[in-house]
């Protein structure tokens, strides 16, 4: 793409502002099944969203078609756009930002396998699953992907910001069977050197947790003392976590609208939102807006202190941005989302934490999250399982349960965050965390 | 999209390898979506997705490569990526004759079975955000309670174009038309939200018999039910599901694990099961992608192969699964036309198109006779299910408590979970009240239109979990 052509012709245009936003993303996937490579995908695409302030309305433009000829014609449907366009709000393209913080390092060491390598580590990982235990029946997914991403933002203020981020990652997938029950688990792991991966750990983890699914039944219906463990916690928070977005809150509906300053939270619970943290497989020096990012106290021991903003969603609330103004794909419109976000860790490991219950129910797994919560009133009825505790042991495995209430109400009643974070390759995570009451339906 | 030589050219480069088989797969797709909060056009976006995806098959192996790049240097990389990793000729060749490799491809000519008729690509704008103010208006008119509405306009015009090493060449076009229309209705204790989302196959045309008003008319009625709701109470009891966007329970129950996705590779609860009895016999179901218009049809599947009414179930017996190229390959049976996907980038797999029970002989009084308390499920929201253990979940967007076979008030907060084979003998009515309603699958291909449907069914016995301290 001749991104002067294109900058120079929406001046021309009558443009007051212009920004080009490129996003490449390359991937290389290997599946390994019954004893052979099943499949395997490689993928090199590069899409570009264009943005523009005409007649002072935001307007944008995507496509992965790679054509300078089309200026004219994209040109004239965003100036078409403008006029349909009636919102008030406004609409800011940045210039560079002089002042911006030095850009923090990844301190990741990625070191490639080739495809033998790769093909020797999932035959050696498939193998080692099977023999694991006789009701290990089946390797129900087994995959590594290497996949590297980076964006480009050009616009006609002068900025120039550019990143790369690259991840490595191994997923596995077992099912068991006993007496005609089937139960499947799956691990994934991020590997920066396969020198120092530690499969048989991998998938001693993986198979112990599928075995111990077996024999699992539901519970009564009743209020118990409940933990949600690492997986579980970092699934329903990142469900929820839109709570804490400007855009929602802005238009009345995030349940925490109106309650900066408040005590939304349990006094345990703190919440930071750090898109540099290096602990994390994608470091953001700046968010999708080209604002440079920073880390936030969103959650001081229960007290919401920080909306999270992009430019539209803080001129809306007479603000200024936080630098979260973030895409979910290079073609969707800047919203407002956490990066590398997290409830912090406490001190107590998971088994002491079982120990302080005493009685209840370890949630391991979360299902139905895109359809069981109300993103407005907080309210969630969801499928779970995970096992009992009984005298702070771990006992039978528990499922067909659906554990339900309002999230606000829930975190308030957070007891403990336990000390098990773990980034994995999200951008959202959690450690454990234990909660003095939830309604769980069963039997 | 490539020249019929073009394409010879690069599927002989393909076949020139171990590969059995080999397909391109061509797309440009123009989507918009036009979005409104409470009257004001807050963003219209316009994306073209546009790119070319190679697929080769040894056996049962598969290599698939994508790239947005329509230059002939990137296209080759990609197929020599493609061809290293299935296998090079060595020096001994391929063993193949020059004729085995050579691929004369042959254009596929059809009839439309879903035409459209007004393009929102030459709709001038100002018609399109006047539908989405006719929701609105609509549904701020309902009740002075409804305090917001978010409406939504979706407009897609899909190009595909696929060859293949045994010689088809074929084409189609996809349009597609959805409005979303969400009203947040708000009192002295709660601020909850309703909505509707009816689409289609067809163009702006759609809009002619769906009226925006009654969108917008709909997605307040839920809102303002909603608003009135109580918690809904636990524990296992009978549930009558109704039609329309109900069927969600047999796609996400049934469906996915009739996918030759999950039955290939023996990852499904219904694997080995042709034959037998999965259902009660009232139940009888299909997934019939050849609906004229319908939002899940389209004239081929990704695949190339025509689309087909399948058969799944008839009279509880599992008649057919939903199969894929590569799929048929492993289970030793034809592709049904099934092979589907979100766009280029994505390999196709087998999944659903529209989806739905036939009706049933049950009026919808009989449904509710005999029920002590129960619940009535007369909206659903979405839902998962994991196919090898045939756990699913779901919830209910609006729902009644049944009380001695009456319906008492509206619950709100209820999940319904189960497991898919236990359900499916557990239906034991089935109204003749068939609709379909409009949804977005998920699943390893992507994100796909598809339809769910079916008459009110009654489930004898269902797990449901709700907010409500009892």
Redesign the interface.
């Known amino acids: 793409m001749n991104k002067e052509l294109w900058l120079k012709a929406a001046a021309e245009k009558g443009f007051e502002s212009f920004e080009i936003y490129q996003a490449f993303h390359a991937e290389k996937t290997y599946s390994w099944f019954d004893g052979q490579l099943d499949s395997f995908v490689t993928s090199s695409v590069t899409g570009t969203a264009l943005r523009g302030i005409y007649n002072k309305k935001m307007v944008g433009f995507s496509t992965e078609k790679d054509d300078d000829s089309a200026v004219v014609k994209v040109l004239d449907a965003m100036e078409q756009q403008a006029g349909a366009i009636t919102s008030d709000d406004e609409a800011v393209i940045f210039p560079p930002f002089e002042d911006a913080p030095e850009p923090a390092a990844s301190s990741r060491k990625w070191v490639r396998p080739d495809a033998a390598q790769v093909k020797e580590l999932l035959s050696q990982i498939e193998k080692k699953i099977l023999a694991y235990d006789p009701a290990i029946r089946q390797v129900s997914f087994l995959q590594w992907t290497e996949q590297t991403d980076s964006r480009q933002i050009t616009n006609s203020l002068g900025m120039r910001a550019e990143d790369t981020g690259y991840a490595q990652v191994l997923v596995a997938g077992a099912a068991a069977v006993r007496e005609g029950e089937v139960k499947d688990s799956y691990l994934e792991e991020v590997i920066e050197d396969l020198a120092g991966f530690d499969a048989d750990g991998f998938v001693k983890k993986l198979c112990e947790d599928t075995l111990a699914k077996l024999g699992a039944e539901s519970v009564p219906s009743g209020q118990y003392r409940v933990i949600f463990k690492n997986e579980a916690m970092t699934s329903l928070f990142a469900a929820f976590s839109d709570i804490f977005s400007g855009e929602r809150i802005g238009k009345g509906i995030s349940p925490l609208a109106g309650k900066v300053g408040e005590a939304v939270f349990s006094e345990v619970i703190n919440v930071v939102d750090d898109p540099r943290c290096d602990k994390t497989v994608r470091l953001m020096n700046y968010d999708d807006e080209g604002h440079p990012t920073a880390k936030k106290t969103v959650v001081d021991r229960g007290v919401f202190t920080t909306v999270l903003h992009s430019s539209r969603s803080a001129a809306r609330m007479n603000t200024k941005s936080t630098g979260n103004g973030f895409k979910s794909s290079y073609a969707s419109a800047v919203d407002v989302r956490p990066m590398n976000c997290c409830i912090l860790p406490g001190a107590k490991t998971l088994e002491e934490m079982c120990g302080e219950m005493g009685d209840g129910i370890v949630i391991t797994a979360l299902a139905g999250l895109h359809a069981g919560l109300d993103h407005v009133t907080g309210d969630f009825s969801l499928q779970c399982s995970g096992y009992l505790v009984k005298d702070g042991r771990r006992d039978r495995s528990v499922t067909l349960i659906t554990v339900a209430g309002n999230y606000l109400d829930m975190m308030k009643r957070a007891v403990c965050a336990g000390n098990d974070l773990d980034w994995k390759y999200y951008t959202i995570a959690c450690p454990s965390v234990a909660f003095a009451g939830c309604a769980i339906s069963g039997e | 999209m490539l020249e019929l030589k073009k394409l010879e050219e690069y599927l002989c480069a393909c076949m020139n390898s171990d590969a059995d088989f080999a397909e391109i797969y061509e797309e440009?797709e123009t989507k918009e979506i036009?979005s409104m909060?409470s009257?004001?056009?807050?963003?219209?976006?316009?994306?073209?997705?546009?790119?070319i995806g190679i697929r080769l098959y040894k056996g049962?192996?598969?290599?698939?490569?994508?790239?947005?790049?329509a230059q002939e240097s990137?296209i080759l990389g990609?197929i020599g990526?493609?061809t290293g990793?299935?296998g090079k000729p060595d020096e001994a060749g391929t063993g193949k004759t020059p004729e085995e490799t050579k691929i004369t491809l042959t254009r596929v000519e059809y009839e439309n079975r879903h035409p459209a008729r007004i393009d929102f690509r030459t709709t001038p704008?100002?018609e399109k955000?006047a539908l989405l103010t006719r929701a609105t208006d609509a549904a701020m008119a309902v009740d002075p309670r409804i305090v917001?509405v978010q409406a939504t306009l979706l407009n897609v015009h899909q190009d595909v174009q696929i060859a293949n090493s045994e010689g088809r060449l074929i084409s189609d076009t996809r349009v597609r038309t959805r409005m979303m229309a969400e009203a947040?209705a708000k009192d002295e204790n709660?601020?909850?939200?309703g909505g509707d989302r009816p689409g289609a196959g067809m163009g702006l045309e759609f809009f002619e018999e769906t009226l925006p008003e009654k969108i917008g008319e709909e997605a307040a009625r839920v809102a303002l039910v909603n608003l009135s709701a109580k918690d809904?109470p636990?524990?296992?009891m009978p549930v009558i599901i109704d039609n329309a966007f109900g069927g969600v329970i047999f796609h996400e129950a049934c469906g996915h694990a009739l996918e030759a996705t999950a039955v290939a590779?023996?990852?499904s609860?219904f694997a080995g099961k042709l034959g037998q009895q999965i259902a009660n016999t009232c139940v009888s179901a299909v997934d019939d992608g050849t609906i004229p218009n319908a939002w899940g049809s389209e004239n081929i599947d990704d695949e190339g192969n025509f689309q087909q009414r399948r058969v799944l179930i008839e009279n509880g017996i599992l008649k057919s699964y939903m199969i894929d190229r590569l799929g048929g390959r492993r289970m030793g049976m034809e592709p049904t036309g099934s092979g589907r996907r979100e766009s280029y980038?994505y390999?196709p797999t087998s999944r659903m198109s529209n989806t739905f029970i036939l009706p049933g002989n049950s009026s919808f009084e009989e449904m509710f006779e005999g029920i002590e308390k129960g619940l009535y499920a007369k909206k659903m929201?979405?839902?998962?299910v994991?196919p090898?253990?045939?756990?699913?979940?779901?919830?209910v967007g609006e729902g009644y408590l049944i009380e001695n076979g009456k319906i008492t008030h509206p619950v709100?907060?209820?999940?319904l979970?189960?497991?898919g084979k236990d359900i499916l003998m557990n239906i034991d009515r089935v109204c003749s009240n068939l609709e379909r309603g409009q949804g977005m699958c998920g699943s390893s291909s992507g994100s796909i239109p598809t339809d769910v449907g079916q008459p009110a069914i009654r489930v004898t016995s269902i797990?449901?979990?709700?907010?409500a301290?009892?």
């Open positions: 440009e036009i909060l009257g004001k056009v807050e963003s219209v976006n316009d994306t073209v997705t546009a790119g049962v192996q598969s290599v698939y490569a994508y790239s947005n790049s990137e990609l990526d493609l990793a299935i704008l100002e955000t917001k947040f709660s601020f909850v939200s809904c636990s524990g296992k590779k023996n990852r609860v980038q390999e929201g979405g839902g998962s994991n090898q253990t045939g756990e699913f979940n779901f919830a709100r907060g209820a999940a979970i189960g497991n797990t449901v979990g709700g907010t301290n009892e």
